[in-house]
T-cell receptor, first 114, second 111 residues
């Protein structure tokens, strides 16, 4: 298995633009998580899905952020409009039965909003 | 709200020495995870601890979980330079439906 695949690896965009981050979880994993990592706030859970259904989005910072999981093999995290304070590394992770065997993280997307 | 506290946040140690990183959490949980992150890289799963008294070892690292004390430890034995990285603990509290990471411990092993 190729692991959790995220794209793009790096994204530089101008303030006000829409940004879409993508994630392909490991096949057979029924949980998918989106995290954000910054120096100031560390690792923050933004939202997670179980069987493609959003379970908890209380970590989503603002209405500018939205996430979808249209099927078991694909999820997106969208920021519209983007702001410089959204600059961070965004990780996607997946697991079987909510972490019974741990979580596998993707390589992350480094987002820079200028 | 679930709180996860790691200490120390920064640790500089010499090769060959032993040390322990501590992870305290604030609520009932029986799922605790340790991860390693190298600069600019993703998180690598080290240990999954699922019950009180669980102890797992891999090479020079050993992790344990005491759910009654709400404490996990990551013990480093005879440190080597390759262990230099940031180590995170993470707690999944199904009772509170909350999942949080500690702030991380940046470990530097000097020759």
């Amino acid at each position: 298995d190729a692991g959790v695949i995220q794209s793009p690896r790096h994204e530089v965009t101008e303030m006000g633009q829409e940004v879409t981050l993508r994630c392909k979880p490991i096949s057979g994993h029924d949980y998918l998580f989106w995290y954000r990592q910054t120096m100031m706030r560390g690792l923050e859970l933004l939202i997670y899905f179980n069987n493609n259904v959003p379970i908890d989005d209380s970590g989503m910072p603002e209405d500018r952020f939205s996430a979808k999981m249209p099927n078991a093999s694909f999820s997106t995290l969208k920021i519209q409009p983007s702001e410089p304070r959204d600059s961070a590394v965004y990780f996607c992770a997946s697991s079987v039965t909510r972490g019974l065997y741990g979580y596998t993280f993707g390589s992350g997307t480094r987002l820079t909003v200028v | 709200e679930l709180k996860v506290e790691q200490n120390p946040l920064f640790l500089s140690m010499q090769e060959g020495k032993n040390y322990t990183i501590y992870c305290n959490y604030s609520t009932t949980s029986d799922r605790l995870y340790w991860y390693r992150q190298d600069p600019g890289k993703s998180l690598e799963s080290l240990f999954v601890l699922l019950s009180n008294g669980a102890v797992k070892q891999e090479g020079r690292l050993m992790a344990s979980l005491d759910t009654k004390a709400r404490l996990s430890t990551l013990h480093i034995t005879a440190a080597v330079h390759d262990l230099s990285a940031t180590y995170f603990c993470a707690v999944d509290s199904r009772w509170d439906n909350d999942m949080r990471f500690g702030a991380g411990t940046r470990l530097t092993v000097k020759p």
